[in-house]
């Protein structure tokens, strides 16, 4: 059941951002892969804040698809890195729970497998806005088997 559940969701993030390729005129976070947790991960957040990004972290039984965002805020690391950060409140879990969602997200350079980061913080919905100090649940670091992509207009 696992295995047809990642391929519907790898197949779904394809379309997604295969859709997403001629928008390339808006600035637009994309990618996929693996977090540090485990989790596998597929997104395409644009700078009007639309998008989909679903989450799946099966070791725990963390599912949240998120269908809007937010704010999309764009800028750059102390290296220079492009950096995309993201907030969410129009995220929910398989059982129909809310979460709310912050994501930072850092491309650096290609190819970006093992390089690029995805940073998450996930708060029950009564928690707005989501910060290091309310998330119930994070997951920080680099982004295996996949990569970030950031595009600006």
């Known amino acids: 059941m696992r295995t047809r559940y990642v391929v519907g969701v790898v197949l779904v993030c394809s ?9 390339w005129a808006v600035g637009q976070v994309s990618g996929q892969g693996q977090t540090k947790r485990s989790a596998t991960l597929g997104f395409v957040a644009k700078e009007d804040r639309t998008g989909e990004l679903n989450y799946i972290n099966d070791s725990v039984g963390f599912r949240v698809h998120c269908t809007r965002f ?7 690391t102390d290296k220079g890195y492009p950096k995309v950060t993201l907030t969410a409140r129009k995220c929910f879990r398989e059982n129909g729970n809310q979460r709310f969602l912050r994501a930072v997200f850092i491309d650096r350079g290609e190819p970006g497998i093992g390089l690029d980061i995805a940073r998450f913080w996930w708060s029950p919905a009564r928690s707005w806005p989501v910060t290091p100090a309310t998330a119930g649940r994070r997951d920080l670091g680099r982004v295996d088997s996949g990569g970030v992509q950031i595009l600006t207009g």
């Not at 379309?15 to 928008?23: F, K, T």
């Open 15 to 23: 379309m997604v951002l295969g859709a997403a390729a001629p928008a």
């Open 70 to 76: 937010s704010s999309y805020e764009l800028g750059e």
